[in-house]
């Protein structure tokens, strides 16, 4: 097999946490440039430096490798928006932080909202519950602010903050995929704004 131009020298011994990471690197490299069903395990072996059955140790499967990959992001992503919330207490700057987290994703090493956001394997019922449990865990943390600000039913607080989650992420995904030359902070600012204007409107419960 002709070695690829990003293939990693073999033989190198490494602790199985790390030799972890360095699969899901070349998985990752892997996935995003072809998708799922393009993907070869040879070729994510060959990009990460090592054979096929030490590859197989650490995962029996493709599907099984992108599903740790999928794990790892989506996690991400729902701490970036855990943590966007809990930067601060004044809402305008809270709709701001979350919409942030969106765009500091996207704009992420490695491309890796493409398998978040963009899997060409959602019709697989475990890529699917995991990319669902994105939007899920997301928008009930955005939802649960607005209850508690607004006093807005869990109903009202929950379809209030689906959109803001899709909003974020479709803007967010745009914005990356554009050839337009807005800064990301403008374009986090600008957005930002347009959520504020509708979200601000509720009246405070205090």
Same mark, same amino acid.
């Given at each position: ?6 293939? /990693?020298? !073999? ?9 972890? !990471?360095?699969?899901? #690197? ?5 996935? +995003? ?17 090592? @054979? /096929?059955? +030490? ?6 499967? /493709? ?28 809402? /305008?700057? =809270? ?11 996207? @704009? ?19 890529? !699917? ?6 939007? =899920? ?15 807005? *039913? ?10 803001? +989650?899709?909003?974020?992420? +479709? ?6 995929? *554009?050839?337009? #030359? ?17 979200? #601000? ?6």
């Amino acid at each position: 097999m002709t070695a690829t131009p990003d293939a /990693k020298p !073999r033989g190198t011994r490494l602790p199985r946490m790390a030799r972890r !990471r360095q699969l899901l #690197s070349a998985a990752q490299e892997v996935f +995003v440039e072809n998708g799922y069903h393009a993907a070869a395990m040879d070729e994510i072996a060959e990009r990460a430096g090592v @054979s /096929k059955p +030490v590859l197989y140790q650490h995962f029996p499967g /493709k599907q099984e490798l992108y599903l740790a990959l999928l794990d790892l992001h989506v996690d991400d992503m729902i701490a970036r928006c855990r943590d966007a919330l809990a930067s601060t207490t004044d809402n /305008k700057q =809270r709709v701001q932080a979350a919409i942030g987290a969106f765009f500091d994703f996207v @704009s992420g090493q490695g491309e890796a909202f493409r398998l978040v956001f963009e899997s060409d394997l959602r019709n697989v019922a475990q890529v !699917r519950q995991r990319i669902e449990r994105n939007l =899920r865990e997301s928008a009930e943390m955005i939802s649960q602010v607005i209850q508690e600000d607004t006093g807005c *039913s869990s109903d009202e607080a929950r379809l209030l903050g689906v959109g803001l +989650v899709g909003m974020a992420e +479709v803007s967010a995904r745009y914005w990356i995929s *554009s050839t337009g #030359s807005i800064p990301k902070d403008a374009a986090t600012q600008l957005m930002a704004r347009l959520a504020w204007r509708g979200i #601000s409107g509720f009246p405070r419960t205090s």
